[in-house]
């Protein structure tokens, strides 16, 4: 994985603007090389030397300033071309209106919808290879923005103001994002990820999605499930199945099939978990998580419950 | 031009700026109501015409000040300064009361967005019209006291103050207009 | 005793009068510009102790060295103060204090306005900085987008006192402007013609009439949402009907014509030092003159090139790239005429000068990557990462900063009577053009690399860690550097060498008198026949115009 990932583009969008800021920045690199080498010259040259005389005090040159603006305006001019058709050509058209996806920004999580197949979750965007996707960005409570370098470019999340955007990952792959507008204390947290599958591999992601995870039957994850219900987690988070759709928090249906918890802050594994139970602001200071004063003992139960939640 | 009657009128460049930008507020949200009331239901259009008129009528007044002090009379110039505060503060009482009553009907500041653009702009002008009072009464007073000159700094401030209260009417031509008349289209 | 100042007595000090009281009831312009200039100092240090704070958090990925409301409310601090309350100031301070002398006149249009407009500003920035105190400074970002801003998502007052702190320092800058036009029309020496004002004058005049255009938008995008946050009302609130859009089409028509009222005077300051210290005229002034009210105009149609990513449609979007790649034509050219009138020159590398030219390199390099935000598509990709923070330092620091030091290198003398030491002033330039580079030019890469800005940490991702530090350690370059400026002010003040009237051979009014002047700035204030007064006097038959129309002849 490359780290310059804004030039590293794997979608047709990104590629399309990775192009753009290459040829933009050659030409505004020989421009700039121009006025360095002219102005290193003239210090070199015209440095003032014991003895010398008083230069000759010239005025300017209608010709050469005229000259040297017709050229800038030549660049500029060749550079709005180029923008015009790209920002066209990365662009859904204006009234776009049926969605594959719908991401929908809250502080500080990814709520993610598939319309089709009715599939809520949160944080891991899955999406099939190869395929172009038209993307429903919204908000639920202040700017966001959904950003994944290496597949195009940036859309800001604005509460009642949909925005349209594509999203299409070449080949499958793990592609990392960020939000990126400041949304708060948690805004450096707001991580995303994009996992792109063939579409077979996506085809069972989302069936297993769709499915509701039987309730615990005994032991750990059952107290555990007791908790989720007593401890008011379900005021904030759904689950499929207790009949909670709650969307204060993010959907914990298939939590344990995700890579990350708290939108990137952590990895998904039995012992960040039990961090983040016991303490939220252990990992993710000052988010919307309260912390419930949860004995070890009821932490492990609700690990345990919420593990086995795939 | 003198150097007050030119810092005037930049300072009413600026603030002329500013009120265009509330009226740009007012009819942004003008087409997206929402629920609430509305300029149509909530305001008595014909009561703020009168109130309206005796404020044009002051910058008629002021002209006539103008008139008296260009002609050194000052006598006129103390007469017409009166009546154009006696004006200005009707108008202002008219708006309050307008206010008062708008209250008592529940449009409060924060009832819904109409309520509140038209009571920040038309707040803000009141507010404009109570400073321009303020310096007409400063003007009026050192008229009475016989310091009022042709020439000089004085003179200036009379210039300047009759400017800014032409500003002041100005505004409410436009503001009346937007919030006021456009009920009736 | 008095004196007399345009149409206004103003008693001279008793002599039993010495010390605080004089300055705080001062009129008198110099002492205004010297009191903006001071504040100026004080707050670009608690701007720069924010920034090494912000930047020993990010020094490492996954710091804990401030949590993430601190940090928040230092970023939202720095911002505000180094544009409101250094920038302006600093700006407004050697405006008051040159414009009189550089057209020959006695003070300004309105003394007493002056001294009004530095005293609210200050008043502005103590009521913003109150906000430590009383349960935190705004967290919201220098442009406060809604509806993180509005009550619900804020929970403690800070926002308040910054609407409260740049109302009051609105105030400020919009008296200033009018007093600089009214001065500028009116106070100007006889022979003075507007053709014939110099560049820093023809500058401060079109730079007030953006601040008064300007500010007013912010005035009225600050008191709606001060009636938002104080009376529950929604005109930015989008959950309730409101528009969190306007908010921002409301905040940048003020923010962009801001930036360039910071750097306007830059560039008259610029304008001036460089031909000083080439011996030679400004190359094409009438362009420079012209083409700076071209970025007046223009820079009331580029605002929402802050807003491509917000989506307001192709359309608009094209339209603003386009008004935004047009800006930076009249910008450009400038960049080409001053590195013109290096040709054919004589240079001497005085402090100035080596600021003026640190400034040339640094703002073309901060102006070629706002070109790269014109074009739209990759501002969808680079906007609010570090490549943009990169951006905004390189014309701001870059511009503004090395532009006011180099101003400052050059005025100093004429304000104190005494030379800044050439010596450490090398030490400060370099310093500072080391420690500028180190900071700011990894964040280009930081950006490339996917950073996102106003972010209190980072994940451990390749290659970010080292970047990070580098440009912490640049920071602390940079501290050293202020440090050197400060050293330099305190030894040339009590020590340096006296300055003379015109230790540069300068051309313009301000040096046809004493360092520092006389309290009515002349005791005669010499014919003016052209661009370059005192040049006259020493060659009356190279009067430029003169020598201009034979050229053409």
């Not at chain 1, 990137?264 to 012992?271: K, M, Q, V």
């Not at chain 2, 702009?121 to 050192?142: E, K, P, Q, R, S």
């Not at chain 3, 006011?404 to 800044?420: E, N, Q």
């Not at chain 3, 300055?499 to 009014?509: E, F, Y």
């Amino acid at each position: 994985m490359s780290v310059w990932v804004t030039l590293h583009p794997l979608s047709p969008g990104a590629v399309t603007i990775e192009r753009l800021f290459v040829g933009t920045v050659v030409v505004l690199s020989v421009l700039f090389a121009l006025v360095v080498a002219l102005g290193v010259y003239a210090i070199i040259k015209y440095r003032d030397r014991p003895g010398a005389a008083e230069p000759a005090q010239e005025f300017g040159s209608r010709r050469l300033e005229i000259g040297w603006t017709a050229g800038a305006i030549v660049v500029v001019a060749a550079l709005m071309v180029f923008t015009a058709s790209a920002t066209i050509a990365v662009n859904p058209p204006a009234d776009a209106n049926k969605p594959d996806l719908r991401i929908v920004g809250h502080q500080w999580w990814w709520e993610i919808d598939y319309p089709d197949s009715g599939v809520m979750t949160a944080n891991e965007v899955h999406i099939p290879a190869g395929k172009r996707l038209l993307v429903d960005v919204e908000a639920a409570d202040v700017i966001h923005d959904f950003w994944v370098p290496e597949l195009g470019r940036k859309i800001d999340a604005i509460p009642q103001h949909p925005n349209w955007i594509y999203l299409q990952a070449d080949r499958p792959g793990t592609y990392l994002g960020t939000c990126a507008e400041f949304c708060g204390p948690e805004h450096a947290w707001m991580r995303i990820m994009v996992v792109a599958q063939d579409q077979a591999d996506f085809d069972s992601w989302q069936t297993a999605q769709r499915a509701v995870p039987p309730a615990p039957g005994s032991g750990l994850a059952a107290a555990g499930a007791q908790l989720f219900r007593e401890q008011t987690c379900i005021n904030c988070h759904a689950i499929a199945g207790t009949g909670s759709t709650a969307k204060v928090g993010p959907d914990l249906t298939h939590i344990s099939t995700r890579q990350t918890l708290a939108s990137g802050a952590a990895i998904n594994s039995a012992d960040e978990l039990f961090k983040w139970l016991k303490d939220p602001d252990s990992i993710k200071p000052q988010s919307h998580m309260p912390n419930f004063q949860l004995s070890n003992e009821q932490v492990t139960e609700l690990v345990a419950y919420l593990e086995a939640l795939k | 031009m003198s150097k007050s009657k030119l810092g005037v009128s930049l300072f009413i460049l600026s603030e002329a700026n500013f009120f265009a930008l509330l009226i740009v507020a007012y009819i942004f949200f003008h087409a997206y109501p929402g629920e609430g009331p509305t300029a149509a239901t909530a305001l008595n259009v014909g009561r703020t015409t009168i109130f309206s008129i005796l404020l044009f009528a002051s910058s008629g007044t002021a002209m006539l000040a103008a008139r008296g002090y260009r002609a050194g009379n000052r006598s006129a110039l103390l007469r017409w300064l009166v009546v154009t505060i006696a004006l200005g503060a009707v108008f202002l009482i008219g708006q309050a009361r307008e206010y008062v009553g708008l209250y008592e009907s529940g449009v409060v500041l924060n009832r819904n967005l109409f309520a509140t653009t038209f009571f920040t702009l038309t707040g803000f002008h009141g507010l404009h019209v109570f400073i321009g009072l303020c310096a007409l009464t400063i003007v009026a007073g050192l008229t009475a006291a016989g310091n009022m000159g042709a020439a000089g700094p004085q003179g200036e401030a009379f210039e300047s103050v009759e400017l800014y209260w032409h500003f002041v009417d100005a505004v409410w031509v436009v503001v009346f207009s937007v919030v006021y008349l456009w009920t009736l289209f | 005793m008095s004196t007399a100042v345009g149409s206004l007595t103003i008693p001279r000090p008793h002599a039993e009068r010495t010390g605080l009281l004089v300055w705080v009831a001062s009129v008198d312009h110099k002492q205004i510009g010297i009191m903006y200039m001071l504040a100026a100092l004080v707050f670009f240090s608690l701007g720069g102790i924010e920034a090494l704070l912000m930047r020993i958090q990010l020094a490492v990925p996954n710091n804990h060295f401030l949590n993430p409301d601190t940090f928040n409310q230092l970023f939202t601090v720095h911002g505000t103060t180094m544009i409101f309350f250094v920038a302006m100031p600093m700006l407004a301070g050697m405006t008051a204090y040159m414009v009189p002398l550089m057209i020959g006149a006695k003070d300004v249009a309105f003394p007493r306005l002056n001294a009004l407009s530095f005293w609210v500003m200050l008043f502005g920035g103590i009521l913003f900085y109150l906000s430590f105190f009383t349960g935190g400074a705004s967290n919201a970002g220098w442009f406060a987008y809604t509806p993180l801003s509005e009550p619900g998502f804020s929970s403690t007052n800070g926002v308040t006192y910054w609407i409260c702190g740049l109302l009051a320092a609105g105030v400020g800058t919009v008296t200033g402007a009018i007093n600089m036009i009214v001065t500028i029309i009116k106070l100007r020496a006889p022979g003075m013609t507007i053709r014939r004002v110099p560049l820093f004058i023809w500058m401060t005049l079109v730079n007030s009439f953006l601040m008064l255009a300007a500010l007013s938008v912010l005035n009225a995008a600050l008191v709606m949402l001060l009636i938002d946050r104080q009376f529950n009302a929604q005109v930015f609130a989008p959950a309730f009907g409101g528009s969190a859009m306007l908010w921002q089409h409301y905040f940048w028509g003020f923010g962009h014509p801001e930036v360039y009222i910071v750097i306007l005077p830059s560039f008259g300051m610029i304008s001036e030092v460089i031909p000083v210290f080439a011996r030679k005229p400004i190359y094409g002034y009438e362009f420079v003159a012209g083409s700076t009210v071209a970025i007046a105009f223009l820079s009331f149609g580029v605002w929402a090139h802050h807003m491509f990513t917000v989506g307001m449609g192709t359309v608009l979007d094209l339209f603003f790239g386009a008004m935004s790649m047009t800006i930076a034509v009249p910008t450009g050219v400038k960049i080409f005429n001053w590195t013109a009138t290096l040709f054919h020159a004589r240079i001497r590398f005085t402090t100035a000068m080596l600021f003026a030219i640190g400034f040339i390199l640094t703002f073309t390099m901060g102006g070629l990557t706002g070109i790269t935000f014109a074009v739209v598509p990759i501002d969808y990709q680079l906007t609010d990462t570090y490549y943009l923070v990169a951006h905004f330092h390189y014309t701001l620091f870059g511009g503004t900063v090395l532009a006011i030091f180099a101003g400052f290198y050059y005025w100093f003398p004429k304000i104190s009577g005494r030379m800044l030491s050439e010596r450490i002033g090398r030490w400060h330039f370099w310093l500072t053009l080391i420690g500028f580079h180190t900071t700011f030019l990894v964040q280009h890469f930081l950006g490339l690399m996917g950073m996102p800005r106003r972010v209190f940490t980072y994940p451990d991702l390749p290659g970010w860690g080292l970047l990070n530090m580098i440009s912490t350690i640049g920071a602390f370059i940079l501290l050293a550097s202020v440090v050197a400026l400060v050293l330099n002010l305190y030894v040339s003040l009590t020590a340096g060498e006296a300055a003379g009237d015109n230790p540069w051979d300068a051309w313009t009014l301000e040096w046809a008198t004493t360092s520092p002047p006389p309290p009515e700035n002349f005791t005669r204030v010499p014919p003016v026949h052209g661009r370059r007064p005192l040049w006259d006097l020493a060659h009356p038959e190279l009067n430029d115009e003169r020598v201009a129309a034979a050229a053409e002849a």
